[in-house]
């Protein structure tokens, strides 16, 4: 089984930029789509971003676009998300996923889950 696991959160002012982290285990790292998704107190889990075994390509939530940018390196097994301009309205448990299939992942139909992250951004 596939473990991740989500490091780099914390507390941030508006405006300011944080660096999410995800390690994850085995060997086939490249082999799945990797994605970044949030949860805010009393909304549901929200797709944020993706990126596909091979690091080519990359998809995000219109929320997001132009200020995170997500990558990966397989040669570390690691995701990151550069979260930059950040808003209080970022703040939520960012979570890291993989995905077997990279037309599904936004959807949020992910094969492992990490713990999450809490992020707090403070106005």
């Known amino acids: 089984q596939v473990q991740l696991v989500e490091s780099g959160g914390g507390l941030v002012q508006a405006g300011g930029s944080v660096r999410l982290s995800c390690a994850a285990s085995?060997?086939?790292?490249?082999?799945?789509?990797m994605g970044w998704f949030r949860q805010a107190p009393g909304k549901e889990r929200e797709f944020v971003a993706a990126?596909?075994?091979?690091?080519?390509?990359?998809d995000y939530t219109d929320s997001v676009k132009g200020r995170f940018t997500i990558s990966r390196d397989n040669a570390k097994n690691t995701l990151y998300l550069q979260m930059n301009s950040l808003k209080p309205e970022d703040t939520a448990v960012y979570y890291c996923a993989a995905s077997s299939r990279w037309s599904t992942i936004t959807r949020g139909d992910c094969d492992y889950w990490g713990q999450g992250t809490q992020v707090t951004v403070s106005s």
């Open positions: 990126v596909s075994g091979s690091g080519r390509s990359t």
């Open positions: 085995g060997r086939t790292f490249s082999d799945y789509a």
